[in-house]
């Protein structure tokens, strides 16, 4: 048996979030957790006791620098990830940053220009390497749904149920475009690419909210938000993220002249609406009372790319980038403070970013709509 090149790994943030990340790792032959680290130095260690963790620091600088680590993991607000992240990789360190990036664009640069000139890894999530979406990679060519068209992503919640930082601007820098609609842009740009402008209405539609246990309190932070995204061709989609709806909404349609590829809608993972031909070993099914649609059997993730955890240790001890690379993720980053802009201006935010798809299931031709008669 191959012995795996042991990775030692140091937790900054001690919320609910970096739960999984601790659990994931304990999956993971090789890997281990060094130390924690929190703002308050008891959460630390009640986080290190609880999963078994040898230290637990309230510094995180001072963490990186005693400790023999080769990568950190970011789970703190999020107007502390930049500081953090700019910290690690300044050392050399490899980072797996939650999401957001950061608070700011600038930041969000800065700390991928930082990554490439130490040639450390960074990773931000979201992490979209799921069955039903690489399994929807197949489906979104031309070959199946014909010239793109146009989309709609969305993520709408009743909204945090903690009563915390969420609703506090000045702690957050943002709401739901930060918190949420990152899952959506993510999901969007993952599987059709990079996109050339954004339009954006935001604004703050529920300032007095009830949250879990009952509790009232005030919200100062951007609730409901929808932003037009245009791609090469002039393709539109709609990408939403609303923090005051009954239940919870995830899902991605992706549009063709000849057909549809809807993830996580209607109660299917993945169903794809084909009338000109079947699909073959797909389940034939009804999907928004329309027929000619059809539920592929998903494909499975690889062992390496399961989670995100596992993903990021396998591009450590591989030297192999990222599916989801820093460029690619900070493309996702500019169209959501795009959309700010846009919504403060009224303007339209043209993207200067770009990234290298993992990927080619959306070639360029895929967008021309007009050189003939489709």
Same mark, same amino acid.
């Given at each position: 048996?191959?012995?795996?090149?042991?990775?030692?790994?140091?937790?900054?943030?001690?919320?609910?979030?970096?739960?999984?990340?601790?659990?994931?790792?304990?999956?993971?032959?090789?890997?281990?957790?060094?130390?924690?680290?929190?703002?308050?130095?008891?959460?630390?260690?009640?986080?290190?006791?609880?999963?078994?963790?040898?230290?637990?620091?309230?510094?995180?600088?001072?963490?990186?620098?005693?400790?023999?680590?080769?990568?950190?993991?970011?789970?703190?607000?999020?107007?502390?990830?930049?500081?953090?992240?700019?910290?690690?990789?300044?050392?050399?360190?490899?980072?797996?940053?939650?999401?957001?990036?950061?608070?700011?664009?600038?930041?969000?640069?800065?700390?991928?220009?930082?990554?490439?000139?130490?040639?450390?890894?960074?990773?931000?999530?979201?992490?979209?390497?799921?069955?039903?979406?690489?399994?929807?990679?197949?489906?979104?060519?031309?070959? =199946? $749904?014909?010239?793109?068209?146009?989309?709609? %992503?969305? +993520? @709408?919640?009743? #909204?945090? /149920?903690?009563?915390?930082?969420?609703?506090?601007?000045?702690?957050?820098?943002?709401?739901?475009?930060?918190?949420?609609?990152?899952?959506?842009?993510?999901?969007?740009?993952?599987?059709?690419?990079?996109?050339?402008?954004?339009?954006?209405?935001?604004?703050?539609?529920?300032?007095?909210?009830?949250?879990?246990?009952?509790?009232?309190?005030?919200?100062?932070?951007?609730?409901?938000?929808?932003?037009?995204?245009?791609?090469?061709?002039?393709?539109?989609?709609?990408?939403?993220?609303?923090?005051?709806?009954?239940?919870?909404?995830?899902? =991605? $349609?992706?549009?063709?002249?000849?057909?549809? %590829?809807? +993830? @996580?809608?209607? #109660?299917? /993972?993945?169903?794809?609406?084909?009338?000109?031909?079947?699909?073959?070993?797909?389940?034939?099914?009804?999907?928004?009372?329309?027929?000619?649609?059809?539920?592929?059997?998903?494909?499975?993730?690889?062992?390496?790319?399961?989670?995100?955890?596992?993903?990021?240790?396998?591009?450590?001890?591989?030297?192999?980038?990222?599916?989801?690379?820093?460029?690619?993720?900070?493309?996702?980053?500019?169209?959501?403070?795009?959309?700010?802009?846009?919504?403060?201006?009224?303007?339209?935010?043209?993207?200067?970013?770009?990234?290298?798809?993992?990927?080619?299931?959306?070639?360029?031709?895929?967008?021309?709509?007009?050189?003939?008669?489709?």
């Amino acid at each position: 048996m191959v012995r795996m090149r042991p990775i030692t790994l140091g937790m900054v943030g001690s919320g609910d979030i970096s739960n999984r990340f601790f659990e994931q790792a304990a999956k993971l032959e090789g890997v281990c957790f060094a130390a924690t680290c929190a703002k308050h130095l008891d959460n630390a260690k009640r986080k290190a006791d609880k999963y078994n963790v040898p230290k637990a620091y309230d510094d995180y600088k001072q963490m990186m620098d005693e400790e023999k680590l080769d990568a950190v993991i970011v789970t703190t607000p999020h107007s502390v990830h930049a500081e953090v992240v700019l910290a690690a990789l300044e050392r050399g360190l490899h980072v797996l940053n939650e999401k957001p990036m950061a608070t700011s664009y600038e930041d969000c640069l800065r700390m991928v220009e930082a990554a490439e000139r130490s040639g450390a890894l960074l990773m931000s999530l979201p992490y979209d390497w799921n069955p039903a979406f690489i399994t929807a990679l197949r489906y979104v060519g031309e070959e =199946t $749904i014909g010239k793109l068209t146009g989309a709609e %992503v969305q +993520l @709408n919640i009743p #909204g945090p /149920p903690r009563d915390n930082w969420y609703y506090d601007k000045s702690v957050s820098h943002g709401g739901a475009i930060l918190d949420c609609m990152v899952y959506p842009i993510s999901r969007l740009i993952g599987l059709l690419g990079p996109a050339r402008s954004v339009m954006a209405e935001v604004n703050t539609l529920i300032p007095k909210r009830i949250v879990g246990g009952g509790k009232t309190v005030l919200s100062d932070v951007d609730d409901n938000a929808t932003a037009i995204v245009e791609f090469a061709g002039g393709q539109h989609a709609v990408v939403r993220t609303l923090w005051g709806t009954s239940f919870n909404q995830n899902n =991605t $349609i992706v549009y063709g002249r000849k057909g549809t %590829v809807a +993830l @996580n809608d209607g #109660g299917f /993972p993945l169903v794809v609406h084909s009338p000109a031909a079947p699909i073959p070993d797909a389940e034939p099914v009804v999907w928004r009372g329309a027929k000619d649609c059809y539920a592929p059997k998903l494909e499975q993730v690889e062992s390496t790319d399961k989670d995100i955890m596992s993903h990021f240790i396998h591009c450590l001890r591989s030297g192999q980038p990222p599916k989801q690379s820093a460029r690619q993720q900070l493309h996702v980053h500019e169209i959501m403070f795009g959309a700010y802009r846009s919504a403060e201006t009224g303007c339209r935010y043209e993207l200067t970013t770009t990234f290298e798809p993992y990927h080619q299931a959306i070639r360029p031709s895929q967008f021309d709509t007009k050189s003939d008669f489709i």
